[in-house]
């Protein structure tokens, strides 16, 4: 994969909102690559930032947040420092973005025809004529029945699952070449969140589309994504491709992290629990954030802050995996 | 009852008989006498039959509108039932809940401690509300003594109750609202999805916290969630809901290895693979259809892959399922023998290990 050169390079990217009690850092230092193609899950809980890197991307960032570092390129191009109006082109042309909940993105004054028509005139080369075929066209393809009277309904007329296949044609339709997708199934039932998630993939491989997967269960980015990036309190603590982040992974967050999610397979007398809950952007610890619930937690951790280097099988922002870090981490790392 | 488990005690602290609660979503009058059109109901919950013996969890799954958290509203009285009995510990529910000494014995937890708890109120006086309105306790000094063994029991500290509750996090909040029920020394709790607002590792606290206090305390649970992970690690059985029915009710580890009804089958389909065994998935086609519309017959048939005209004109009945009768099932594919016998769900079929590499 890294013979390519990679879709979207974010580098050193911080986010910060000044606040009366001072400036609150909400994304520090993240730096990871999506390349043409490829699917990367970015997990976390909330608060970690996973959202915030989505918004910083395609430019939507809530005021007062604002980018303070760093750069974002999509194919080479920066994109992190467009004036609104070319970055208006840029999302919706060369990026497409899915929310949670469908209502937000969908007018409820228009009709989604009249929705997906104007995204395509807008961003591509072709009249209303044709666009409103290509509409039916996406609306089939994203599993609608009755595509072709469907197309004249208002969101309120479809069923939550239903929105949701709207949504994700309107991100399709100017066939952008990378999708950033928050939490695109968590407003869903299982039964549909399913078929949506099945949706995606197909899509996303047939059209070579590239995309971010944001969302905090773990299961569906072992369904989906290629690589997976583990964030917390902000920083990226552990990423890596998808197999070795779930079933091998190296940072004691990570480890804490896929210990706690109930099994279906069978009964625990007890889960494996996290003490403690990640700390408030005012109040992030010095050296590593994790710190203070780290079961393997060493002097150096208290006072220097880690960068992602390689750890096992995948890159991990955790003292233990440097040979710098001497014999204390040497025995910790073999008992882990 | 055919799903009774003999137990010691051989009263349930919970029984439900046949109880339904429909909601009027009829427009107002006069367009109804304009457009010619008559009442509309909404059948939340439509003739559900459990009942849950003393120290056990039972719960209930299903997706949303499905009807879960009717019931656990009707179960502890915030509704009051259409239809059909819910009957607390051999006692009425309704005569119950006019006494108060045996009213302070059920208590529910919400799913939003967020909005469960008034922002208003330091901790110690949202603690101590139950016990004051209950008059367990008559002087300060030992509401004080026990609000503080109650914030230590769920794992606060003492001093916690000096706070508002916008000063703690939504696991800790949550902790809060358990020592609320708590305070009234409840044997009955309800839990509507208690963890479904938490993070993942802190809903593996409290998970943990619930199950340490059944153990000593000898809690009654009735479960509600959407989450089929998390009930396999709560229950001791387990019902299935689908459009205000129970289409499947069976102890925990009968229903997790061998699910019957198709239902519960396509939910246990639907959860993504987290061991990665390239397991291909079929995701049941369709969505739940509305309530006030049920469709005729059985309400799942229209989702169904063994659907026939008889479970098109008739509504199946909980029976005890053929080759698992210690698993009721509302099925007529499954009554008779045409659903392939049991077959092992798809968790079973997961040999891999546990995920946690640890």
């Given at each position: 994969m890294s013979n390519t050169r990679p879709l979207l390079e974010v580098r050193n990217l911080r986010v910060e909102f000044p606040t009366r009690r001072g400036t609150l850092?909400?994304?520090?230092d993240v730096s990871f690559d999506i390349h043409p193609g490829e699917v990367l899950g970015v997990v976390g809980e909330s608060g970690a930032g996973k959202s915030m890197t989505g918004a910083a991307i395609i430019g939507?960032?809530?005021?007062?947040?604002?980018?303070a570092g760093g750069t974002i390129s999509l194919a080479g191009r920066r994109?992190?420092?467009?004036p609104y109006k070319e970055m208006r082109t840029v999302r919706g042309r060369e990026i497409g973005a899915i929310f949670q909940d469908p209502l937000t993105t969908?007018?409820?004054?228009?009709?989604v025809g009249r929705q997906l028509v104007e995204t395509m005139t807008t961003h591509l080369p072709i009249g209303p004529g044709e666009a409103r075929k290509k509409a039916i066209e996406w609306l089939e393809l994203v599993g609608i029945p009755a595509a072709a009277q469907r197309?004249?309904?208002?969101?309120?007329?479809?069923s939550g699952g239903m929105r949701q296949r709207v949504v994700i044609a309107l991100a399709l339709c100017a066939e952008p070449k990378l999708i950033v997708a928050?939490?695109?199934?968590?407003?869903?039932?299982v039964s549909i969140q399913a078929q949506v998630i099945a949706l995606l993939k197909t899509l996303a491989r047939e059209k070579g589309t590239s995309m971010m997967l944001v969302t905090h269960d773990m299961g569906v980015i072992a369904e989906t994504a290629d690589r997976v990036a583990v964030m917390y309190a902000g920083r990226i603590a552990e990423i890596g491709a998808v197999r070795n982040v779930v079933k091998?992974?190296?940072h004691p967050y990570t480890i804490g992290l896929m210990g706690s999610i109930p099994p279906i397979s069978h009964r625990l007398e007890r889960l494996q629990q996290i003490e403690g809950s990640m700390p408030r952007l005012s109040a992030i610890p010095k050296g590593c954030a994790y710190n203070p619930r780290c079961?393997?937690?060493?002097?150096?951790c208290r006072s220097e802050r880690p960068e992602l280097i390689p750890a096992r099988d995948t890159q991990a922002a955790?003292?233990?995996?440097?040979?710098?870090?001497?014999t204390q981490a040497a025995e910790v790392r073999a008992d882990a | 009852m055919p799903d009774m488990i003999p137990a010691a005690?051989?009263?349930?602290?919970l029984e439900t008989q046949d109880v339904a609660r429909f909601f009027d979503?009829?427009?107002?009058l006069i367009q109804r006498l304009l457009a010619g059109e008559g009442k509309r109901m909404l059948?939340?919950?439509?003739g559900v039959s459990f009942s849950i013996p003393k120290g056990t969890t039972l719960s209930l799954v299903g997706e949303s509108g499905c009807g879960k958290s009717t019931v656990a509203r009707l179960v502890v009285g915030l509704y009051r039932p259409t239809r059909g009995t819910v009957i607390f510990d051999g006692q009425d529910l309704a005569q119950a809940r006019a006494d108060s000494t045996q009213r302070r014995r059920m208590q529910m937890i919400f799913q939003d401690p967020y909005a469960s708890?008034?922002?208003?109120?330091?901790v110690r006086d949202i603690i101590a509300e139950p016990i004051r309105a209950f008059g367990l306790l008559k002087t300060d000094a030992e509401i004080e003594a026990r609000v503080a063994e109650l914030l230590t029991h769920v794992g606060?500290?003492?001093?916690?109750?000096?706070?508002?509750?916008?000063?703690?996090s939504g696991g800790q909040r949550q902790r809060i609202s358990i020592a609320r029920a708590l305070s009234s020394n409840p044997e009955f709790l309800v839990c509507d999805?208690?963890?479904?607002?938490?993070d993942v590792s802190v809903q593996a606290q409290i998970l943990n916290l619930m199950k340490d206090l059944q153990r000593e305390l000898g809690l009654t649970y009735l479960f509600i969630s959407h989450n089929l992970a998390v009930v396999r690690q709560v229950s001791d059985r387990v019902g299935v809901m689908y459009l205000g029915r129970v289409v499947e009710l069976a102890p925990a580890e009968t229903l997790f290895t061998t699910p019957r009804h198709p239902y519960t089958r396509a939910l246990m389909e639907a959860i993504p693979d987290l061991?990665?065994?390239?397991r291909q998935r079929i995701p049941v086609g369709g969505e739940v259809p509305s309530p006030i519309n049920p469709p005729s017959g059985c309400p799942f048939h229209p989702r169904?892959?063994?659907?026939n005209d008889r479970c098109r004109a008739e509504l199946p009945q909980l029976i005890p399922a053929r080759d698992t009768p210690e698993a009721v099932v509302a099925c007529h594919a499954v009554e008779e023998g045409r659903d392939g016998g049991p077959m092992p769900g798809v968790a079973l079929a997961e040999t891999g290990a546990a995920v946690a590499a640890s």
């Amino acid at each position: 994969m890294s013979n390519t050169r990679p879709l979207l390079e974010v580098r050193n990217l911080r986010v910060e909102f000044p606040t009366r009690r001072g400036t609150l850092v909400a994304l520090d230092d993240v730096s990871f690559d999506i390349h043409p193609g490829e699917v990367l899950g970015v997990v976390g809980e909330s608060g970690a930032g996973k959202s915030m890197t989505g918004a910083a991307i395609i430019g939507l960032l809530e005021p007062p947040g604002r980018i303070a570092g760093g750069t974002i390129s999509l194919a080479g191009r920066r994109i992190d420092n467009l004036p609104y109006k070319e970055m208006r082109t840029v999302r919706g042309r060369e990026i497409g973005a899915i929310f949670q909940d469908p209502l937000t993105t969908l007018n409820p004054l228009y009709t989604v025809g009249r929705q997906l028509v104007e995204t395509m005139t807008t961003h591509l080369p072709i009249g209303p004529g044709e666009a409103r075929k290509k509409a039916i066209e996406w609306l089939e393809l994203v599993g609608i029945p009755a595509a072709a009277q469907r197309i004249d309904s208002y969101p309120h007329e479809f069923s939550g699952g239903m929105r949701q296949r709207v949504v994700i044609a309107l991100a399709l339709c100017a066939e952008p070449k990378l999708i950033v997708a928050d939490e695109p199934t968590t407003a869903l039932d299982v039964s549909i969140q399913a078929q949506v998630i099945a949706l995606l993939k197909t899509l996303a491989r047939e059209k070579g589309t590239s995309m971010m997967l944001v969302t905090h269960d773990m299961g569906v980015i072992a369904e989906t994504a290629d690589r997976v990036a583990v964030m917390y309190a902000g920083r990226i603590a552990e990423i890596g491709a998808v197999r070795n982040v779930v079933k091998h992974p190296s940072h004691p967050y990570t480890i804490g992290l896929m210990g706690s999610i109930p099994p279906i397979s069978h009964r625990l007398e007890r889960l494996q629990q996290i003490e403690g809950s990640m700390p408030r952007l005012s109040a992030i610890p010095k050296g590593c954030a994790y710190n203070p619930r780290c079961p393997h937690v060493f002097d150096r951790c208290r006072s220097e802050r880690p960068e992602l280097i390689p750890a096992r099988d995948t890159q991990a922002a955790c003292w233990l995996y440097d040979p710098a870090s001497g014999t204390q981490a040497a025995e910790v790392r073999a008992d882990a | 009852m055919p799903d009774m488990i003999p137990a010691a005690d051989t009263r349930p602290m919970l029984e439900t008989q046949d109880v339904a609660r429909f909601f009027d979503v009829s427009r107002p009058l006069i367009q109804r006498l304009l457009a010619g059109e008559g009442k509309r109901m909404l059948r939340a919950v439509d003739g559900v039959s459990f009942s849950i013996p003393k120290g056990t969890t039972l719960s209930l799954v299903g997706e949303s509108g499905c009807g879960k958290s009717t019931v656990a509203r009707l179960v502890v009285g915030l509704y009051r039932p259409t239809r059909g009995t819910v009957i607390f510990d051999g006692q009425d529910l309704a005569q119950a809940r006019a006494d108060s000494t045996q009213r302070r014995r059920m208590q529910m937890i919400f799913q939003d401690p967020y909005a469960s708890l008034n922002p208003r109120w330091r901790v110690r006086d949202i603690i101590a509300e139950p016990i004051r309105a209950f008059g367990l306790l008559k002087t300060d000094a030992e509401i004080e003594a026990r609000v503080a063994e109650l914030l230590t029991h769920v794992g606060l500290s003492p001093l916690d109750g000096q706070k508002y509750p916008h000063e703690f996090s939504g696991g800790q909040r949550q902790r809060i609202s358990i020592a609320r029920a708590l305070s009234s020394n409840p044997e009955f709790l309800v839990c509507d999805e208690p963890t479904s607002a938490l993070d993942v590792s802190v809903q593996a606290q409290i998970l943990n916290l619930m199950k340490d206090l059944q153990r000593e305390l000898g809690l009654t649970y009735l479960f509600i969630s959407h989450n089929l992970a998390v009930v396999r690690q709560v229950s001791d059985r387990v019902g299935v809901m689908y459009l205000g029915r129970v289409v499947e009710l069976a102890p925990a580890e009968t229903l997790f290895t061998t699910p019957r009804h198709p239902y519960t089958r396509a939910l246990m389909e639907a959860i993504p693979d987290l061991d990665m065994t390239g397991r291909q998935r079929i995701p049941v086609g369709g969505e739940v259809p509305s309530p006030i519309n049920p469709p005729s017959g059985c309400p799942f048939h229209p989702r169904c892959p063994l659907a026939n005209d008889r479970c098109r004109a008739e509504l199946p009945q909980l029976i005890p399922a053929r080759d698992t009768p210690e698993a009721v099932v509302a099925c007529h594919a499954v009554e008779e023998g045409r659903d392939g016998g049991p077959m092992p769900g798809v968790a079973l079929a997961e040999t891999g290990a546990a995920v946690a590499a640890s």
